[in-house]
């Protein structure tokens, strides 16, 4: 190799590195410009959702699932017919008289992701897929003044505990507009 192959060997590598290091950058800085939640509205509610996530809104509410495309749901609605503590043991009726498979309260009581919240835990098999799969589920019920509200949470056993502080972080959000 000559001394001159040698030297455009080392350009060729040269503009080859600083084009890696441009674009290296370049998705650096529009990671860092994205928005990472936005607000969605639907009718009086409101709620911080991460940007990724897909939303449909409705006159009942909010219905949320993640980027990932996997079977997690949130909903967000107003509900009546109760007040706060009665909904989270009418919610555990409902699932009952739904049959879902092999329903199993895991908890309820209060809640610390909202002043004096509610909130019911429970497992159950959806057997809609081809392969019936564990899920769980997690509603939270408050009052914001006359007004109570649900926030539902479920999703597949295995990725329960990666959305759970998304959930919970959304729940925290939520308002109610007068």
Same mark, same amino acid.
């Given at each position: 190799?000559?001394?001159?192959?040698?030297?455009?060997? #080392?350009?060729?590598?040269? *503009?080859?590195?600083?084009?890696?290091?441009? &674009?290296? *950058?370049?998705?650096?800085?529009?990671?860092?410009?994205?928005?990472?939640?936005?607000?969605?509205?639907? #009718?009086?509610?409101?709620? !911080?959702?991460?940007?990724?996530?897909? @939303?449909?809104s409705d006159l009942d509410g909010l219905?949320?699932?993640?980027?990932?495309?996997?079977?997690?749901?949130?909903?967000?609605?107003? !509900?009546?017919?109760?007040?706060?503590?009665g909904q989270a043991a009418a919610a #555990?009726?409902?699932?009952?008289?739904?049959?879902? @498979? &092999?329903?199993?309260?895991?908890?309820?009581?209060?809640?610390? &992701?909202?002043?004096?919240?509610?909130?019911?835990?429970?497992?159950?098999v959806d057997p809609l897929p081809d *392969?019936?799969?564990?899920?769980?589920?997690?509603?939270?019920?408050?009052? !914001?003044?006359?007004?109570?509200?649900?926030?539902?949470?479920?999703?597949?056993?295995?990725?329960?505990?990666?959305?759970?502080? !998304?959930?919970?972080?959304? @729940?925290?959000?939520?308002? *109610?507009?007068?």
């Open positions: 190799m000559t001394a001159q192959q040698t030297k455009r060997f #080392g350009d060729v590598w040269w *503009v080859l590195a600083m084009g890696v290091v441009a &674009l290296i *950058v370049g998705v650096v800085i529009e990671a860092s410009a994205r928005p990472s939640e936005r607000t969605v509205t639907s #009718g009086s509610l409101s709620a !911080v959702v991460p940007a990724g996530w897909l @939303v449909t219905q949320l699932s993640d980027e990932f495309g996997s079977t997690t749901e949130v909903s967000i609605s107003i !509900v009546t017919g109760y007040p706060t503590s #555990g009726e409902r699932h009952a008289a739904q049959g879902l @498979v &092999l329903y199993r309260l895991l908890s309820q009581g209060a809640t610390d &992701l909202r002043p004096e919240g509610t909130t019911l835990s429970y497992a159950f *392969v019936p799969q564990p899920k769980l589920g997690r509603e939270v019920y408050w009052s !914001v003044g006359a007004t109570v509200v649900s926030a539902r949470l479920i999703a597949a056993a295995d990725d329960f505990g990666r959305v759970e502080p !998304v959930f919970a972080d959304i @729940v925290r959000s939520v308002e *109610v507009q007068p």
